[in-house]
């Protein structure tokens, strides 16, 4: 029991902070609260795919003297996984252009109910 | 060239995407010219790959020469092919169509709006040619960020509506992310046909099983599945008249694609059956997605929800024959891609052109309409006669499919839907040509009848696209049979 909480740890952490960034965007009122509840959603799913990537004891996957020593075989347990990274930095570049398209729309809608509470913004709408 | 086609289907819209700004900073009216010329090409590029498949089977194109299972891989077979021609033609028939309506309702983002619309369709094509399951990821992402910008800058509510459909739409793709996650943890790859072939032996694993619940859940959230549809009306309403041309017919049908390729491709079909049984629960929300839709579509007097209810009623459909799990039922499905993607964009073109000449998309401002744009409402004939399922249209066809494909699976509660569906889809189009024919149903105190009889048509580059597509719904029926034995018997799975 005490190893399936310590142990997985990382696993903890990615579906709380999940959590808290998914009940942010569902139950909170105002439209920047929601926004920030989405990043910390997508967060979350960075971490997680970082954490997987990890090795004990590994170090970061370059690869020293690569271009003319390059016949001795690699050992892949001493490197950690970089393929995660490289797809998170993909998903870095999503999560900042959907940050930046979801402000452009707030301030639209700010400028348009003078308001970012959801309950005041439907008030006006009906 | 030829051997390089599957490749420049996706690239010409994305690289005419990055060049349309700088053009229309030197010349406004170029825009339009390009954006036609990227899709035309596009087009043309997907037409020699679908010839290709039909004559050589699969094209496997490998991105930069890296071998499949490290590099991202292209893989064109019977299907995808076929859904890529009908977005390129389709996205090609919006472009034409919006001229006038982007000068009438956006005259002074005419550049962005179609730069944002380029790079709309690259993700559509990506979506569809990708073999890769974070590509896929990726592009679903650039269609969907295109989307949003383009759907705020529409009517009054559009950028509330947009905020919606965002915040869902975010976190559709979160948890297609996540998928792909637990796939990786699983099987270290993200080839959509090696981790196919790795996951067969790891299928009672739970990282499996719930890396598959959050795929189907991300991707049914982006097609507006019954009870993840909320912000579909909304932002399709409010969006301006050709975005939702462009948006409505394509998104939900690539959606149902990777849908289809999920359940089929990536995983075996067994699965889905036999373990868990997700067919079953999609057979159940397709029939409630589809009664839903079209009685909900009966309620409004806005003619542009209507339509997207109607829309949702059809995502049922398609759904509904993934679930199925038969040769007939999936056939059905695939056919209905086609068949809805024509008759969505005809029935918002006709939204269009309404917006256009009548100023509103409100029921009654349909008065007349016969008598004004007889051409316009004619193709709207064709449309709802395809709708409802009448023969010589495509809409027949594909339900066709789908009943005997349900027959076969006993599923007759979806055979009821269907049929219900087309009764109240009759329904719905004769509450349309009553008021658009005989005038009435509209409040007699509004007496502007000034030269209401006399023909005032929409443009011509509505009209060119919109004959287009009536012409395309009849000549889909006619040829059905073709389309099924040459093309789509080969892109049903082959192990259902």
């Given at each position: 029991m005490f190893d399936f909480i310590v142990g997985k740890y990382n696993y903890w952490i990615h579906i709380i902070l999940m959590m808290i960034g998914f009940y942010a965007m569902m139950s909170k009122r105002n439209l920047i609260k929601k926004i920030i509840g989405m990043n910390i959603f997508q967060t979350a799913i960075i971490i997680f795919f970082i954490s997987i990537a990890a090795k004990r004891g590994a170090t970061l996957p370059i690869l020293e003297h690569a271009h003319d020593g390059g016949e001795h075989a690699i050992e892949a347990i001493s490197y950690i996984n970089p393929l995660p990274h490289v797809l998170m930095l993909t998903a870095i570049v999503v999560m900042v252009?959907?940050?930046?398209?979801a402000l452009a729309v707030v301030i639209l809608v700010y400028r348009k109910y003078d308001t970012l509470e959801e309950a005041e913004i439907l008030k006006k709408i009906k | 060239m030829i051997d390089q086609a599957p490749i420049l289907v996706v690239i010409f819209p994305l690289i005419f995407a990055v060049v349309t700004p700088l053009l229309g900073w030197w010349k406004k009216d170029l825009c339009y010219p390009w954006v036609i010329l990227a899709l035309s090409l596009s087009s043309v590029c997907s037409i020699i790959t679908l010839k290709e498949v039909l004559g050589n089977g699969v094209i496997h194109?490998?991105?930069?020469?890296?071998?499949?299972?490290?590099?991202?891989?292209?893989?064109?077979?019977?299907?995808?092919?076929?859904?890529?021609?009908?977005?390129?033609?389709?996205?090609?028939?919006?472009?034409?169509?919006?001229?006038?309506?982007?000068?009438?309702?956006?005259?002074?983002?005419?550049?962005?709006?179609?730069?944002?619309?380029?790079?709309?369709?690259?993700?559509?094509?990506?979506?569809?040619?990708?073999?890769?399951?974070?590509?896929?990821?990726?592009?679903?992402?650039?269609?969907?960020?295109?989307?949003?910008?383009?759907?705020?800058?529409?009517?009054?509510?559009?950028?509330f509506a947009t905020f919606r459909y965002l915040v869902m739409g975010t976190i559709g793709a979160c948890f297609y992310l996540l998928g792909v996650g637990y796939l990786y943890m699983a099987t270290g790859s993200l080839n959509m046909a090696d981790v196919a072939q790795i996951l067969p032996d790891i299928y009672s694993s739970k990282v499996v099983m719930v890396a598959f619940i959050f795929l189907l859940v991300g991707v049914a959230i982006k097609m507006a599945l019954f009870?993840?549809?909320?912000?579909?009306?909304?932002?399709?309403?409010?969006?301006?008249?050709?975005?939702?041309?462009?948006?409505?017919?394509?998104?939900?049908?690539?959606?149902?694609?990777?849908?289809?390729?999920?359940?089929y491709t990536v995983f075996k079909p067994y699965y889905s059956i036999e373990i868990l049984p997700v067919n079953l629960i999609l057979g159940w929300l397709a029939v409630i997605a589809i009664l839903y839709g079209v009685i909900m579509a009966l309620r409004q007097v806005d003619i542009k929800r209507m339509f997207c209810y109607i829309l949702i009623a059809e995502i049922g459909y398609m759904v509904g024959g993934v679930g199925l799990a038969n040769r007939l039922g999936v056939t059905g499905a695939i056919l209905h891609i086609m068949n809805d993607a024509l008759m969505i964009t005809g029935l918002f073109l006709v939204a269009g052109a309404v917006v256009y000449k009548l100023g509103g998309h409100n029921i009654n401002q349909l008065r007349d309409a016969f008598k004004k744009m007889p051409f316009s409402m004619a193709a709207f004939a064709v449309v709802g006669l395809s709708l409802i399922g009448v023969p010589p249209t495509c809409g027949f066809f594909s339900k066709w499919y789908l009943i005997l494909g349900a027959i076969e699976a006993e599923n007759w509660i979806f055979i009821v839907a269907l049929l219900l569906s087309s009764a109240i889809n009759a329904i719905l189009f004769f509450k349309i040509v009553e008021i658009a024919y005989y005038g009435k149903a509209s409040h007699a105190h509004n007496g502007d009848s000034h030269g209401g009889n006399t023909i005032d048509e929409a443009p011509v580059s509505i009209l060119i696209p919109l004959g287009v597509v009536a012409l395309a719904i009849i000549l889909a029926g006619i040829f059905s049979g073709k389309i099924v034995s040459g093309i789509l018997q080969f892109a049903v799975p082959p192990n259902l």
């Open positions: 252009a959907t940050l930046g398209v | 194109y490998h991105l930069g020469g890296w071998e499949p299972p490290w590099g991202i891989e292209y893989v064109i077979d019977h299907l995808n092919s076929f859904i890529l021609v009908l977005v390129a033609s389709i996205s090609l028939l919006v472009a034409i169509s919006s001229k006038r309506l982007v000068e009438e309702e956006n005259p002074d983002k005419v550049v962005y709006f179609y730069t944002l619309f380029l790079l709309q369709v690259t993700g559509f094509l990506g979506i569809v040619a990708t073999g890769d399951l974070f590509n896929l990821y990726v592009f679903l992402e650039i269609a969907s960020l295109a989307g949003y910008a383009l759907i705020a800058v529409g009517e009054e509510h559009a950028p009870p993840l549809h909320a912000w579909l009306p909304d932002a399709y309403t409010y969006a301006p008249s050709a975005t939702s041309a462009l948006v409505a017919p394509l998104m939900t049908k690539v959606s149902v694609y990777v849908m289809i390729r999920i359940i």
